[in-house]
C-alpha cells in the first residue's frame, strides 16, 4: 500500500528565504507525483505535476525534483514572500489499481513579513 | 471555463438524513473522482469514474453512493448520513492518469 509522508509537519521562515519541502513515498510504481497549494477553508490548487520519467519541473519561483528510484520530491521555493504562506500536498498517482492520487498530510507554511 | 464546481459551500445534517453533494465540470474529463479531507487523516479517495456510466469504490466508499449519467456531473449521494461523516468534501476532475488533476472548491458537511 503506496504511503506518502511529507516533512516537516509545519515550518515558518522570514520573508525573502528559499526553502524546500519534502515529499516521501513507499511505492515506486508511479505514473506521477503532483503538488498542490491549499489556502485555508479552500480547494486545492496544482502548482506542479511531474511525469514518473522526469526529474524536475519548474514554475516561477518553484522547482520539483521526483527521485522516483529513492522515493523522494522535494518543492524547491526561492525567494519566499507573505503570500506563500499556505498548506502544502503532495500526492502520487500509482500505476497498480485505481486511478486515485495518495496524498501526503501536508506541509504548513508561514511566511513571516 | 467554470472548471469544476460543488455545490452547496456549507450543509449541516441531522443524522438519518439524505443529501446529494453536487459536482460539475465543463472541461470535458473523462475522470472524476470526490475526496473527503479530515483533520490527520489528509485526503481520502471515496469513488470515482473513468467515464459516463463507469463508477468504481475508493478507500472509504461505505455510506455514500455514486452515479455518472453524463461526462459533465457526478454527484455523491449519503444515504443516511451519520456524525462520522462530517468532513470537506472535494471533487476532482482529470483528462487521464498522467495529467493535472483539478479540484472543486469544496463542501464543508456536519452531520449533527
Known amino acids: 500500500k503506496q504511503e506518502v509522508t511529507q516533512i516537516p509537519a509545519a515550518l515558518s521562515v522570514p520573508e525573502g528565504e528559499n526553502l524546500v519541502l519534502n515529499c516521501s513515498f513507499t511505492d515506486s510504481a508511479i505514473y506521477n507525483l503532483q503538488w498542490f497549494r491549499q489556502d485555508p477553508g479552500k480547494g486545492l490548487t496544482s502548482l506542479l505535476l511531474?511525469?514518473?520519467?522526469?526529474r524536475e519541473q519548474t514554475s516561477g519561483r518553484l522547482n520539483a525534483s521526483l527521485d522516483k528510484s529513492s522515493g523522494r520530491s522535494t518543492l524547491y521555493i526561492a525567494a519566499s514572500q507573505p503570500g506563500d504562506s499556505a498548506t502544502y500536498l503532495c500526492a502520487v498517482r500509482g500505476i497498480q489499481g485505481a486511478q486515485k492520487l495518495v496524498f501526503g498530510q501536508g506541509t504548513r507554511l508561514t511566511i513571516n513579513p | 471555463n467554470a472548471g469544476v464546481t460543488q455545490t452547496p459551500k456549507f450543509q449541516v445534517l441531522k443524522t438519518g438524513q439524505s443529501m446529494t453533494l453536487q459536482c460539475a465540470q465543463d472541461m470535458n474529463h473523462e475522470y472524476m473522482s470526490w475526496y473527503r479531507q479530515d483533520p490527520g487523516m489528509g485526503l481520502r479517495l471515496i469513488h470515482y469514474s473513468v467515464g459516463a456510466g463507469i463508477t468504481d469504490q475508493g478507500e472509504v466508499p461505505n455510506g455514500y453512493n455514486v452515479s455518472r449519467s453524463t461526462t459533465e456531473d457526478f454527484p455523491l449521494r449519503l444515504l443516511s448520513a451519520a456524525p462520522s461523516q462530517t468532513s470537506v468534501y472535494f471533487c476532482?476532475?482529470?483528462?487521464?492518469?498522467?495529467?493535472?488533476?483539478?479540484f472543486g472548491p469544496g463542501t464543508r458537511l456536519t452531520v449533527l
Open positions: 476532482a476532475s482529470t483528462p487521464s492518469r498522467t495529467d493535472t488533476q483539478y
Open positions: 511531474i511525469q514518473s520519467s522526469q
